[in-house]
């Protein structure tokens, strides 16, 4: 993807001199190099063998692996494109919210590539319960600022900041939701996870997924995913919510499924990630014309998802992730035989050891 | 003079060989052979391990041996070879004989051996996500320029973003595939800081293996989530609480339980020491690093690396990236061990430097004992390179003075993780920090241009809670 030709036309844009748009091929080099991709589309053959049906039917399950990016997570996609944006557009400094660390991890790893200061806002008992997170933010030369709340709040103050710094400072949305540009921004930025998915898909098997899974908290790793395919009708769209301990308890954060804003007590289990009581307008239109189904996962059926992927792939699925993994125990016993399933494997689940 | 081989996956020589090589035949005669290395049938017939590096143009004889990296008794000049009990050397010439059949080179591609590559292709691919990237740290190589703009150009090459975190699944996985190809169920590994452990069960899960994975107490201590996730892996985890309770003496173990469960078991050594042919094998495995570091290096500026530098613990990750430049003669290569608490104190991993020969593992290397020839206590804050041994071929490399090792202290090496994390957005496991540590001794001397790569063998959040107790973060 990167030819030498392109490296040194990547090489003269110095980012240092003057304003310059960033070049496709300067984000190109950065996404191949830095954050690792492409990112491959792996044919998981022991959970397809778990899903075959006595009839000796089974559907394909392939998973995108986003796991396997720098610092662990899809987050970066998005980190270093817009913070690559910030920086050409003379910015001086980052400014960002965070609920479990992996927004924060991957952007104070891109300002730290880039030279720029970064000011990562945390809600308090999620520091508490990330320690790890704040570590690494902090060996990554961030400043990590306690804020009394949740991540809902640990926004709003990211946002009142950058309010009161407009000129120097740029807030790096991770989540597609929030005013325009941001929704679309970020989703453009992830939708590198679709557009890959679609050529390796066409090389694996000379043709498209039939299925495709992701978890959804605002949906920024499920637009990725679904972006380029949104138009292709015979292309199934599944989004997975986190009913945490069950959808009657009331303390879930499946805000498309029930339809109704939530806010989420959790009980120590909720992945964090999916702990937002928004998501993203794009995937709540999608809800409402049909374009794609939303169901939900309880904390336990992640988990188990989460040890199951463990033990027969040897990858460690993300709490996040998992739930859409967990998701596969419920589709895969109603597709036909040979549908092709492609899983978002969203992030590595190191960071949800402690739990 | 010819000699025919008594293992069908060789190849025969015959009377056509070069003269050069009938001198060789000779210094391989029965006499010369040294003790505990492969049962010679009769003395005019020599068992012949067909190496992966090609026949070399072999300019003076006295030099012939030197060129054969290992010869067919697994020896690099004096070190290496095959000093283990009777009951493994069956299981370990079954395994040569494998490794040949399977994946070593061949003049004919047979189709066993090709598809054997395909898979292993595909897997190293799609599960372990290479090619890892060859990265231009800007920031890295700015810091080292010198006030008038001159400079090396640093490079990184990523393990960090293999799957598992480090290079060490390269040959995990490979090894796996060999041992499934001999029909073994059960696997077993020893682990330092637990990345090949980790490599190890993850690969296990993957082909569905029984896992055992040997760890001294107190690293599993030092590396609990690395204990976590073999275990959420499906793997056993065997705690060995005899000598130090680290590496050695979880390798020890290791070969304990191989010896009793040879028939079952095989053994996924996990660096480029231990007994013939698992140096030559390991480092064949890894060797897939070196391969592309060539290749991205010519896309990116149509030349060769000028210097390679790895840390060097059991030597795995170094000769993985060496491997493929030993024979270029422009290439310069620097292994970076660790100092610990310094040289002069005792407390070190500085097996290179300080170290004298003996046998270690099933090898002649390199190795810290004391004068009684008991192995001392290494002292590393990593626990990756705190091992008393070193491969027998970085002890070659050093001898022949082809690979320069130098080594590095604690404190230098916290300094330089911290140092990568900030100016790059890649915390370095600390291991790796050793080899960017010595980035500051050798930028300062390098011509200005000088492409330096450096292999980035394993990222740092195993690592964190270790370096939040030492630094000031």
Redesign the interface.
């Known amino acids: 993807m990167?030819?030498?030709s392109l490296?040194s036309e990547a090489s003269v844009i110095s980012m240092s001199k003057g304003k310059m748009y960033v070049t496709q091929a300067e984000l190109a080099t950065a996404l191949?190099?830095?954050v690792?991709r492409e990112?491959?589309?792996?044919?998981a053959q022991?959970i397809t063998n778990h899903y075959k049906n006595s009839k000796g039917e089974w559907p394909e399950i392939y998973l995108k692996?986003e796991?396997?990016?720098?610092c662990?997570a899809h987050k970066m996609n998005n980190a270093i494109a817009q913070a690559m944006l910030a920086k050409r557009i003379g910015r001086k400094s980052i400014v960002a919210a965070t609920g479990a660390g992996q927004h924060g991890v991957a952007t104070?790893?891109?300002?730290?590539?880039l030279?720029l200061e970064c000011t990562i806002f945390m809600g308090r008992m999620d520091m508490e319960r990330q320690s790890?997170n704040v570590?690494?933010m902090?060996?990554?030369?961030a400043e990590v600022r306690s804020v009394d709340g949740s991540f809902k709040d640990a926004t709003s103050e990211a946002i009142r900041h950058w309010v009161n710094n407009l000129d120097s400072s740029y807030h790096l949305a991770g989540a597609p939701v929030g005013p325009h540009p941001c929704p679309t921004m970020v989703r453009e930025f992830q939708s590198v996870i679709g557009k890959e998915t679609r050529k390796q898909a066409t090389e694996i098997w000379g043709g498209k997924p039939d299925v495709l899974v992701a978890c959804v908290g605002n949906g920024s790793n499920a637009l990725g995913l679904f972006h380029e395919f949104v138009r292709d009708e015979d292309v199934q769209l599944i989004g997975v919510e986190a009913a945490g301990v069950g959808l009657e308890s009331g303390k879930h954060s499946a805000t498309l499924v029930t339809g109704e804003m939530r806010k989420v007590k959790s009980l120590g289990h909720t992945p964090l990630l999916l702990e937002y009581p928004g998501v993203s307008p794009e995937l709540s239109f999608f809800k409402d014309i049909g374009q794609a189904e939303f169901y939900t996962v309880t904390d336990q059926e992640a988990i188990d998802a989460y040890?199951r992927v463990?033990?027969?792939?040897?990858?460690?699925p993300a709490m996040e992730a998992s739930h859409a993994l967990a998701f596969l125990e419920r589709v895969c016993p109603i597709l036909p035989d040979g549908a092709r399933v492609v899983v978002s494997c969203s992030g590595r689940g190191?960071k949800d050891?402690a739990m | 003079m010819a000699f025919s081989s008594t293992n069908p996956t060789c190849r025969t020589a015959t009377t056509s060989l070069p003269s050069k090589l009938h001198h060789l035949t000779a210094q391989l005669s029965p006499s010369r052979l040294p003790v505990n290395s492969v049962t010679v049938k009769t003395p005019s017939l020599i068992s012949c391990a067909v190496t992966s590096q090609s026949m070399p143009l072999i300019e003076k004889d006295e030099e012939a041996a030197v060129h054969l990296r290992p010869d067919s008794f697994g020896r690099f000049g004096k070190f290496g070879g095959k000093y283990v009990p009777e009951t493994l050397m069956y299981a370990l010439t079954e395994l040569e004989s494998a490794f040949h059949a399977l994946a070593g080179d061949h003049e004919f591609q047979v189709s066993v051996n090709q598809e054997f590559a395909k898979e292993l292709d595909g897997i190293l691919?799609?599960?372990v996500?290479r090619e890892?990237?060859?990265?231009?740290a800007e920031?890295l190589s700015e810091h080292y320029k010198h006030p008038n703009g001159e400079g090396p150009n640093i490079y990184l090459k990523?393990e960090d973003?293999?799957?598992t975190g480090a290079h060490k699944i390269n040959n995990a996985v490979a090894q796996a595939l060999l041992a499934k190809r001999l029909g073994k169920k059960r696997i077993i590994a020893e682990t330092g800081a637990g990345q090949h452990g980790v490599a190890t069960?993850?690969?296990?899960?993957?082909f569905?293996l029984d896992c055992i994975i040997y760890m001294g107490a107190q690293d599993m201590e030092r590396q609990s989530?690395n204990v976590?996730?073999m275990r959420?892996?499906?793997a056993e985890v065997r705690a060995v609480h005899s000598g130090t309770a680290t590496l050695k003496d979880a390798t020890s173990e290791a070969i304990r339980d191989w010896v009793t469960n040879v028939e079952t078991t095989h053994y996924i050594l996990g660096s480029v020491a231990g007994p013939h042919p698992y140096p030559m094998m390991v480092r064949e495995f890894h060797a897939v690093i070196g391969k592309e570091t060539r290749k991205q290096a010519l896309?990116?500026?149509?030349g060769k690396p000028d210097v390679l530098v790895a840390c060097v613990g059991g030597g795995s990750n170094a000769m993985g990236l060496f491997h493929e430049f030993v024979d270029d003669k422009d290439v310069r290569l620097i292994g970076v061990e660790a100092a610990g608490f310094g040289l002069d104190s005792g407390k070190h991993a500085a097996t290179l430097t300080k170290g004298e020969v003996g046998v270690l593992h099933g090898a002649m290397s390199y190795l810290l004992q004391d004068d009684d020839g008991q192995i001392t206590e290494p002292h590393s804050i990593s626990a990756g390179l705190d091992y008393p041994g070193v491969g027998p071929e970085h002890s070659f490399l050093k001898d022949l003075g082809r690979a320069e090792y130098y080594s590095i202290t604690d404190e230098e090496a916290l300094e330089a993780f911290?140092r990568l994390?900030?100016?790059?957005?890649?915390?370095p496991a600390l291991e790796t920090s050793h080899a960017l540590a010595y980035l500051e001794k050798l930028c300062p001397t390098l011509p200005n241009g000088t492409k330096v790569v450096l292999n980035c063998s394993g990222r740092g959040?195993k690592d964190?809670?270790t370096?939040?107790k030492h630094l000031q973060?």
């Open positions: 990167v030819g030498a490296l191949k190099d830095y690792g990112t491959p589309l792996y044919l022991r692996r796991d396997l990016n720098h662990g104070a790893a891109a300002c730290a590539k030279a790890s570590t690494l902090n060996l990554l030369g040890r463990s033990r027969l792939e040897g990858i460690i190191d050891a | 691919k799609d599960y996500g890892s990237p060859l990265y231009f920031r990523r973003l293999n799957h069960a993850t690969v296990c899960a993957r569905g989530l976590f996730r959420l892996l499906g896309e990116k500026w149509g911290k994390s900030r100016l790059e957005g890649i915390i959040d964190v809670h370096a939040i973060v």
